[in-house]
């Protein structure tokens, strides 16, 4: 039996032999199905194992030993669809199917043909937008930013700008628009083509007068006519028909309404394109809500939910209020599926809301595995109850190991404190880490309040005390204070945050600012005294659909208060390392004790810019500057040409060294991103290296998420 066939430009032809019909199976073999072969031939530009890939779904018949003819021709559609969507527009894929000496060949066949890149687009036409705004909906296909290369051509990408195009005459009140193309021109050798459209945009539709008739509620008035005046003037849509009923449905049932009948009439308004709407409104009964009615929620306490709902017995019912209701039920995580409906009509005007859920587990486990360039290996386990005995409250035990430290932490949460939308948290911890030139030790508890004040705008203000232990200090000891070794720490702590980042993981647009002030004081039950402030902003602007800038800036200083005349070692400030200049390893940016560890300071700054470049799905390529100091820049503990023996002395050379002493890092990175972030590799150049300080030429640092 033999079959062949032209993948997209025919059906499957039948040889002179005998004929392949639709279900028909071809098996080389009862006893050995695997002896089926697969060529491919004139492929240049793609491997046989891309093709394959193309086609996976239709190509396994293949590696199960049956042969199907339809999907054969299946396959040979999705890879000549392959090649057009790669810009290979004229390429064709035929295929055969014969049998070979040890069972069955199924040969596909080739044409590539060239690679085609787009030369011009021309529109035809164009009066109300500017040819610039259109041609942008085409997109810039270039595969880099510094690339001069001309887009491919891929046909279904132009005709997708045609319909985005359609779109933006529509939602202007365009609705005669004809468009006529793409029609394309070939240059000689069919590797540049030109797009030409002709547009008739047509006459253009506008909003005219809006009129209400039938049985008007007095409160609903005001707004509705405000409403009318808005619209007057607009483009037509017939979308504006569903605006303006939506709008008369919402405002009713603001009243009180919850089930208006509204017909609207549309007529040609006196000028030209001009379009008059007329609704006709009956109001239906007002509606009290006389009770609550919960099903579904197996865990959670109905008295939960009922203080989640903004409509309680007794209350007129209101569209606001039960959008508000769903809102704040949804808000709360617990329920993967949410109903609020008014039961059918009583006797009289009370009627029952009906609050149906379904509930999400409530209990979650989270692992995590990662490595980093200072760390090494890393883990982090987390156990959360996210219903704590259904009242909507969270218990969450977390642990975190590495091979340089380890972290615990037990917290309670109750995001609706007291009824309000104040989020309340109780953390115990424990951490010690292993930094460069200490071991600190910190147990601790605090008091956390916050709130989202406007979205993606946070305030969070907390209490926080800890215990701080500093041990092996080698070669240090006599440079620290005795008393800084081991000290309780009582703290307010305030800090505001705005997040707008498209994604926290990868972001290409947006940006995220905070601001955070810190006092610590013996009054508030420590031992130290000092107060600190840090500041950050990172910004990412997309230059090309692949491509992104990021900034990023953070800075801060913490100075000593009242008696206090330095600060702790554990307390202060460090730069270099994986997410700050990466051309420095861990804290080892600054100034240094004898020994030639770290020794920290009392304010830093670090800059950063990056430019990411998408190369596919998975991968990610970046090219980034950081720069970065600590000030003050000699030691803070007297080992330096300078000690300082006061407050005075040590606030002044801070703010005196605050933008000096710079240094630089440069280098490019490799990202593979995953799910819950991207795997880095990073390396960076150290421009200004300083032998006397066993500074590095290159760092390399592996890691994962993103530098900021």
């Not at 040979?76 to 060949?105: C, H, L, W």
């Not at 051509?153 to 132009?158: A, L």
């Not at 379009?275 to 008295?303: C, D, Q, Y």
């Not at 004040?453 to 092996?472: E, L, M, R």
Request: proline content about 6%; overall charge negative.
């Amino acid at each position: 039996m033999l079959c062949c066939g032209l993948g997209m430009t025919a059906p499957c032809l039948a040889l002179p032999v005998n004929v392949c019909q639709e279900g028909d199976t071809l098996q080389a073999e009862a006893n050995a199905p695997d002896k089926i072969a697969v060529t491919f031939i004139g492929n240049a530009d793609f491997s046989a194992r891309q093709l394959r890939k193309a086609a996976a779904v239709e190509m396994a018949g293949l590696d199960s030993g049956a042969i199907h003819c339809p999907e054969i021709d299946d396959a040979a559609f999705q890879m000549e669809d392959f090649y057009r969507s790669n810009g290979y527009a004229t390429a064709t894929v035929g295929y055969e199917v014969k049998p070979g000496a040890d069972g069955i060949i199924v040969i596909f066949r080739i044409d590539e043909g060239p690679l085609v890149r787009l030369d011009t687009i021309k529109l035809h036409g164009v009066h109300f937008f500017p040819d610039t705004e259109l041609l942008a909906l085409f997109g810039d296909q270039r595969p880099g930013l510094l690339s001069a290369a001309k887009p491919t051509f891929v046909e279904r990408e132009v005709r997708a700008a045609l319909r985005r195009i359609r779109d933006l005459y529509y939602a202007q009140g365009f609705l005669d628009l004809a468009l006529e193309g793409p029609l394309l021109e070939y240059g000689a050798d069919r590797s540049l083509v030109t797009v030409s459209v002709k547009i008739d945009e047509g006459r253009r539709f506008l909003v005219g007068p809006i009129e209400f008739s039938g049985e008007m509620v007095d409160e609903a008035a005001l707004p509705l006519a405000n409403f009318a005046s808005s619209l007057r003037g607009q483009p037509y849509t017939p979308w504006k028909k569903v605006e303006l009923r939506s709008r008369i449905v919402e405002e009713y049932g603001r009243c009180g309404y919850p089930e208006p009948q509204v017909e609207l009439e549309i007529m040609d308004g006196e000028a030209s394109g001009e379009t008059r709407l007329i609704a006709h409104i009956l109001r239906g009964p007002r509606v009290r809500i006389s009770r609550l009615e919960f099903t579904g929620n197996t865990r959670t306490k109905p008295s939960f939910i009922e203080n989640r709902l903004a409509l309680r017995p007794g209350d007129w019912y209101s569209a606001e209020k039960k959008r508000q209701s769903f809102e704040n039920l949804y808000k709360t995580g617990l329920f993967s599926r949410l109903e609020l409906d008014l039961g059918e009509p009583g006797q009289d005007e009370g009627r029952t809301l009906a609050v149906r859920v379904e509930e999400l587990p409530s209990r979650e486990v989270s692992m995590e595995a990662g490595w980093g360039a200072y760390e090494l290996l890393r883990g982090r386990l987390g156990v959360s109850e996210n219903n704590l005995f259904g009242s909507g409250r969270q218990l969450r035990a977390e642990a975190g190991a590495s091979v340089k430290g380890e972290d615990v932490t037990l917290q309670f949460s109750d995001p609706w404190l007291l009824g309000s939308d104040l989020l309340f948290s109780l953390p115990l911890s424990h951490r010690r880490r292993e930094e460069p030139s200490f071991i600190r030790r910190e147990d601790g508890i605090s008091v956390q309040l916050s709130r989202e004040i406007v979205k993606k705008f946070t305030a969070n203000a907390s209490y926080d005390y800890k215990q701080t232990k500093v041990t092996a200090i080698e070669g240090m000891e006599a440079m620290v204070d005795p008393e800084a070794k081991d000290y309780a720490t009582g703290a307010m702590h305030i800090q505001v945050t705005m997040d707008n980042r498209n994604d926290l993981f990868f972001p290409s647009r947006g940006g995220r600012f905070f601001l955070s002030e810190v006092l610590a004081s013996q009054a508030l039950g420590g031992e130290v005294d000092y107060s600190k402030s840090t500041a950050g902003i990172r910004w990412f602007f997309p230059l090309r659909p692949a491509t992104v800038l990021a900034l990023r800036y953070d800075t801060g200083f913490i100075l000593p208060m009242g008696a206090q005349q330095t600060i702790p070692l554990g307390e202060r400030f460090f730069n270099g390392g994986e997410n700050s200049v990466r051309s420095f390893t861990q804290d080892q940016l600054g100034p240094r004790g004898s020994s030639g560890d770290p020794l920290g300071g009392t304010a830093y700054n670090i800059c950063s810019l990056e430019l990411r470049q998408r190369l596919s799905q998975n991968f990610s390529l970046s090219f980034f500057v950081d720069l970065g100091n600590i000030s003050p820049g000699a030691p803070l503990d007297g080992s330096g040409a300078q000690p300082y023996d006061s407050r005075s002395a040590l606030v002044k050379a801070t703010f005196n060294d605050y933008f000096n002493g710079f240094r630089t890092g440069v280098g490019t990175g490799l990202q593979y991103l995953l799910p819950v972030g991207p795997v880095r590799l990073d390396v960076a150049l150290n421009p200004d290296r300083r032998p006397e300080r066993g500074e590095k030429d290159v760092v390399v640092n592996f890691s994962v998420g993103m530098a900021f």
